[in-house]
């Protein structure tokens, strides 16, 4: 059975208080698909006037400290997102892999301190792409899975965000059949471990434009979107590809 289908968009470190209006317009234009499920994902300091600004529509976080509390300066932890509004955050984006140095032990750490908290989970993984060059995306992207995965989690609570580094904001996608080949093979490795349930999203470069195509593969259960979520121009007809996908 399809799954329900999840776009999530990732602000990234873009947003000030004037974008808040852009939110609402985002939210209001979502709720025309209700089969979909959609969040953003907004700079911390944002979350709690965009929850305010948007009740009942899914606002998140980006990364999440693992320690409940304590001397972290400049940290924010999973209470903090909770406290603040957010229903969930993104864990182990690559873009924090490589300049934070995030590990998948560390990132493991903090999808538990946030799933604890009550916060959904996006979990990201993917490859360079040198190692993809080499032939080695699958056997990388399983590892660090198997190194990133909280011990459990409810299919409701958690979700894999497949983001091949070199597709993000490069305008390059993989073939229709490299996602499929992953996402079967992320797949395998959550079905052993939690049952059948947890969505499998897609991330790198995904625009109106190439939304359907992409929704179109099996196990694709969603999408991250990055630059492409900004405005609600270019990231509703993600989500209406994502509704007509069913
Ligand atoms: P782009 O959609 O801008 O390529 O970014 C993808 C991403 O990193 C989402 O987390």
Redesign the pocket.
């Given at each position: 059975m399809a799954l329900k289908k999840f776009v999530a968009g990732?602000w990234k470190m873009h947003g000030l208080s004037a974008d808040l209006a852009e939110i609402k317009v985002i939210a209001d234009a979502s709720r025309q698909y209700p089969g979909v499920d959609v969040a953003l994902c907004v700079p911390a300091i944002l979350i709690e006037r965009a929850a305010r600004a948007v009740p009942g529509f899914a606002i998140g976080g980006q990364d999440v400290h693992h320690a409940e509390k304590g001397a972290h300066t400049g940290s924010v932890s999973a209470q903090m997102l909770h406290d603040a509004g957010a229903g969930l955050t993104?864990v182990g984006?690559s873009?924090r892999r490589d300049a934070q140095r995030e590990s998948d032990v560390e990132v493991k750490a903090k999808a538990e301190a946030a799933l604890a908290c009550g916060l959904g989970v996006i979990l990201?993984v993917g490859e360079s792409l040198a190692v993809r060059e080499a032939g080695g995306a699958i056997e990388t992207v399983v590892a660090q899975l198997e190194g990133s995965l909280p011990e459990s989690a409810k299919a409701a609570s958690l979700a894999i965000?497949y983001?091949p580094i070199w597709?993000?904001?490069?305008g390059k996608v993989p073939t229709v059949a490299e996602i499929a080949e992953m996402h079967r093979a992320i797949r395998g490795r959550l079905d052993e471990r939690y049952g059948a349930g947890i969505r499998i999203l897609y991330?790198?470069?995904?625009k109106g434009s190439n939304a359907a195509e992409i929704f179109g593969v099996a196990d694709v259960d969603g999408a991250?979107?990055?630059?492409?979520s900004l405005k609600c121009a270019d990231f509703i007809p993600i989500v209406a590809a994502a509704a007509a996908a069913g």
């Open positions: 990732n993104i984006h873009e990201c965000a983001e597709a993000i904001g490069t991330g790198g470069s995904v991250l979107v990055g630059g492409a």
